[in-house]
C-alpha cells in the first residue's frame, strides 16, 4: 500500500522531544527518515526511563518508523558522510541551540550548496531570530514564558505546567507542518527553503482564546481549574459515584441538557437563556446543576447524555483510555516487537487517509542499527571501510 510521503528522504539530526516528534509524524505518514546519533550515547532521550531490556520506552515511543545511523560529526570523516547523504536527501531536521550547525560547518548557507533542494528544518527554543535566539530551552521554560503556566491550574491556584510537553510537541507538529509547505513549494519553484520554528512561537500561536480575552479586556486571564472561561456549562461534575465532564457549546445544547437533567424550567430561565447570561451567572447555575448530577451515577448520565445529544464523557485515566473501545476501534494502541525490548505498545498514528495503511511498519531503531545498511547501501563504502570508520570513531 503507497504511503504519501514514500518518495521523501529525510535526515534527522533533532533529538529528544520537538524534533524527533516532527519527523516521527513524517515517518508515520511514509517518509524515509534516517535518524543521525552520536556514536555510544546516541539521542539524549535513550537514557530517560522508563526501562524495558535496558530499552528506553520514551525514546521508543518518538522514534518508530525511523533508522538509525551514528555519526560523530566533530570528525571530519562524519561531516563529508552526512554531506554526501545531503545530495539526494530531501529535508534535514535539526533541533540544536542556533549558531551550532555553523560551528559544524553545516549551516544552512553550507547545506544548500550541496543540493539546492534541500529543504533545511530548524526546532528551536525561540527561533534563528530576535534577541532569545541563542538561548538554551525546555519544555517547562517555554511553557513558562509562552504564558500557558499562567492559566493553567486550579483556580487561584498556582500557575501549573501542562502534563504532557505540548511546547516542544506542537514545535514538532509546526515543524512537520512547515517541512510540507516547503516541499510543495519545491514543486513550483525547484529550490528548497529554510524552515524556522520556534517553541516560544509555537506556545504564543496556540493561546486560543487566552490572547483574545487579554486584549479584548485588558486583564491578564488567570488559572480557572476545570472551567471553560467562555462557555457553561463546560466542565466536569460530580456523580454519586465520580465525575462527568458535560460540554453543552451552544444555547441548543443548553436544551437538550436541561430537558435531559429533568430541568426544562431552566431552558427559558431569563438568567440563563444565552451563554453570556450563563457565564455571567454562573454561581447561580453551578449549584443547580450539581445537585441534579449527583443523584445518578456516571455510568446512568453517561447512557442519558448520549441518548440526548449532549456532548459528555468520563475522566479516563491511562489504564481506561488503552482499553476505551473508540480508542482501539481507530487502531489508536498498536503492538509492535521491538529486537532488543520485545513487545511493545505505542500510540497509534492519529492520521487516517483512504487507501493508507496506519499500521506502524517498524518499532524505533537499536543505536546504530543500520550503520552498516546505510553506509554500504546509499554511500558504496565495504565492510573494510565500515570497520575503519568504528576503529576511528566516526560511527
Excluded at 132 to 154: E, F, H, L, N
Excluded at 303 to 321: F, H, Q, R, T, Y
Aim: net charge negative; with cysteine; aromatic share 6%.
Amino acid at each position: 500500500m503507497n504511503l504519501p510521503l514514500e518518495n521523501i528522504k529525510v535526515i534527522d539530526l533533532s533529538r529528544v522531544l520537538a524534533g524527533p516528534y516532527g519527523t516521527m509524524v513524517l515517518a508515520d505518514l511514509g517518509a524515509d527518515v534516517l535518524k543521525i546519533e552520536m556514536p555510544k550515547t546516541g539521542d539524549d532521550s535513550r537514557a530517560f526511563g522508563p526501562y524495558v531490556n535496558n530499552e528506553s520506552a520514551y525514546f521508543m515511543s518518538l522514534n518508530r518508523n525511523k533508522k538509525s545511523l551514528t555519526l560523530n560529526l566533530k570528525k571530519e570523516e562524519g561531516k563529508k558522510i552526512l554531506k554526501d547523504l545531503l545530495k539526494d536527501a530531501d529535508v534535514i531536521v535539526e533541533n540544536y541551540r542556533p549558531g551550532t550547525m555553523e560551528k559544524l560547518g553545516l549551516g544552512y548557507d553550507v547545506l544548500k550548496e550541496i543540493n539546492p533542494k534541500l529543504i533545511y528544518a530548524a526546532s528551536s527554543g525561540f527561533g534563528h531570530t530576535g534577541p532569545y535566539s541563542k538561548r538554551p530551552a525546555y519544555d517547562g521554560v517555554i511553557q513558562a514564558m509562552g504564558g500557558i503556566m499562567s492559566i493553567t491550574g486550579p483556580k487561584g491556584g498556582e500557575p501549573t505546567r501542562v502534563g504532557p510537553s505540548v511546547a516542544d510537541i506542537f514545535s514538532g507538529l509546526f515543524t512537520a507542518i512547515g517541512i510540507l509547505a516547503a516541499v510543495n513549494e519545491r514543486r513550483e519553484t525547484g529550490k528548497g527553503t529554510k524552515v524556522d520554528v520556534s517553541m516560544l512561537d509555537c506556545q504564543v500561536g496556540i493561546l486560543e482564546n487566552a490572547l483574545a480575552r487579554y486584549f479584548a479586556t485588558g486583564v491578564a486571564p488567570k488559572p480557572a481549574g476545570n472551567k471553560h472561561t467562555s462557555i457553561v456549562p463546560f466542565e466536569p461534575f460530580n456523580t454519586s459515584d465520580g465525575q462527568i465532564v458535560i460540554a453543552a457549546g451552544n444555547d441548543n445544547l443548553w436544551a437538550k441538557f436541561c430537558k435531559a437533567m429533568g430541568t426544562e424550567e431552566l431552558i427559558d430561565d431569563e438568567r440563563f437563556k444565552t451563554n453570556p447570561l450563563r457565564n455571567k451567572n454562573y454561581d447561580a447555575l453551578k449549584p443547580l446543576i450539581d445537585e441534579k448530577i449527583k443523584e445518578k451515577t456516571t455510568e446512568e448520565w453517561k447512557k442519558i447524555l448520549l441518548d440526548a445529544g449532549v456532548p459528555s464523557g468520563p475522566i479516563n485515566n491511562m489504564e481506561m483510555l488503552v482499553k476505551d473501545e473508540q480508542v482501539l476501534a481507530r487502531n489508536m494502541i498498536q503492538e509492535v516487537e521491538h529486537p532488543v525490548a520485545g513487545k511493545q505498545h505505542l500510540p497509534g498514528i492519529p492520521i487516517k487517509m483512504d487507501g493508507v495503511s496506519d499500521k506502524i511498519r517498524f518499532p524505533a531503531p537499536v543505536l546504530g542499527q543500520h550503520n552498516e545498511e546505510v553506509l554500504a547501501e546509499r554511500l558504496g563504502y565495504s565492510k573494510e571501510e565500515i570497520e575503519k570508520f568504528k576503529e576511528e570513531g566516526v560511527l
